[in-house]
C-alpha cells in the first residue's frame, strides 16, 4: 500500500532527505518532532529578536541599541515558552542562554549596518506549486539593494560550514531563488547567509540556468521520496551527522529497531530540523 508522502518540500525536507532518508522518514512521514533544544531554541530566539528588529522603520534602526531592548523584552516573554521551560535550565545556564543570543546579535551588527538595509519583506512565507509538487519556504529577509535589485537574506546562529560542505549549505538558496522565480516571477541577484556565531557571510549569486538546474534536482529528489514511501524503503546513510540524530538509537547501523521509534516517541504535525547546523 504504501507510506503517505509529505504534503510539500522546504529547503530542510530537501535536506533532511538527502542526508539520511531513514531520518527524513521518522520526522516527516512518521511526523515524530524531536523535543526542542538548547541550540534550537536560541536559534528560535535570535531570529525573532532580528524580525521585530528590521519591522521597524529604517530611522529606528540608526540607533542599534534598540536591537538589545527588543532582544530584552523577547527574552523575558520566551521564559515563559513551554518549550524552554520542558529543558529546565538552571539559573547560569539561562544567564548563558541569554549572553550567548547577545553575542550573536552584537556579532551580526559587525556584518551588516542595520540603517543601510531596505527591507522590503520579513519572515515571508512564500508557498507555490510547480508540476504537482508543494514547495514552501519562508525567507527570514528580502532586500532591494541600492541599484534595484533583490537580495534574500538568511540568518544563521550556527558556524559557518567548512569549505567542502559549502555546497550542501546553498540548497536553500537555490530552493529560495526557484521560490522567488515561480511565486514573485524575479530572481534575486544574490542570497546571502549569515553565520552569526562566527561573523561569516557566505554571498551565491543566482541565475535562470541555475534555478532550471535546481528544479530538475528538486523533480530527482521528489521522485525518490514517491519511490520510498512506495516500497516503504528509507535506508539510513550514516556520517558526521549522526552525533546530532535525536533517531540513533532506533537506528538499525546501531543496532536499533527503527519500529520501536513508532511506539516510543510522541508524535507532531510539524516537522522538525535534525541538524541545528541548519538552523
Ligand atoms: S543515526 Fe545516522 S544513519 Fe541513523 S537515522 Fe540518524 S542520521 Fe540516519
Known amino acids: 500500500m504504501g507510506l503517505e508522502l509529505p504534503n510539500s518540500l522546504s ?3 530537501v535536506t533532511a532527505f538527502t542526508d539520511c532518508p531513514l531520518a527524513f522518514k521518522f520526522s516527516v512521514i512518521d511526523h515524530i518532532a524531536p523535543p526542542a533544544t538548547y541550540v534550537t531554541l536560541k536559534g528560535i530566539l535570535v531570529h525573532e529578536v532580528l524580525q521585530i528588529y528590521y519591522g521597524q522603520s529604517e530611522e529606528s534602526r540608526t540607533d542599534t541599541s534598540n536591537l538589545f531592548e527588543i532582544f530584552k523584552s523577547v527574552f523575558d516573554r520566551f521564559k515563559s515558552n513551554p518549550e524552554l521551560i520542558s529543558l529546565r535550565l538552571t539559573t547560569e545556564e539561562m544567564l548563558k ?6 553575542v550573536l546579535l552584537s556579532n551580526y551588527l559587525t556584518m551588516e549596518n542595520p540603517a543601510n538595509i531596505n527591507a522590503v519583506g520579513i519572515e515571508l512565507q512564500l508557498e507555490t506549486v510547480i508540476e504537482n509538487i508543494k514547495l514552501r519556504g519562508i525567507i527570514d529577509r528580502l532586500d532591494i539593494d541600492s541599484e534595484g535589485n533583490f537580495i534574500v537574506v538568511d540568518y544563521k546562529t550556527g558556524k559557518s560550514p567548512a569549505v567542502e560542505l559549502e555546497s550542501s549549505r546553498l540548497t536553500g ?9 515561480s511565486l514573485l516571477n524575479f530572481i534575486p541577484k544574490q542570497v546571502k547567509l549569515l553565520y552569526l556565531a562566527d561573523s561569516v557571510t557566505i554571498t551565491s549569486e543566482i541565475d535562470e540556468e541555475r534555478i532550471k538546474s535546481y528544479l530538475k534536482r528538486t523533480k530527482a529528489v521528489w521522485s525518490a521520496i514517491e519511490r520510498a514511501c512506495i516500497r516503504d524503503d528509507f535506508r ?3 556520517s558526521f551527522k549522526c552525533q546530532w540524530c535525536f533517531f540513533s538509537k ?3 547501523t546501531n543496532g536499533g529497531n527503527p519500529d520501536l521509534a513508532l511506539t516510543e516517541l510522541s508524535h507532531s504535525s510539524s516537522f522538525s530540523i535534525v541538524d541545528p547546523e541548519e538552523i
Open 250 to 252: 532506533y537506528c538499525p
Open 236 to 238: 539510513p546513510n550514516p
Open 97 to 102: 542562554l541569554e549572553n550567548e543570543s547577545k
Open 173 to 181: 538558496v537555490n530552493f529560495y531563488g526557484l521560490l522567488c522565480y
Open 11 to 13: 529547503p530542510s525536507k
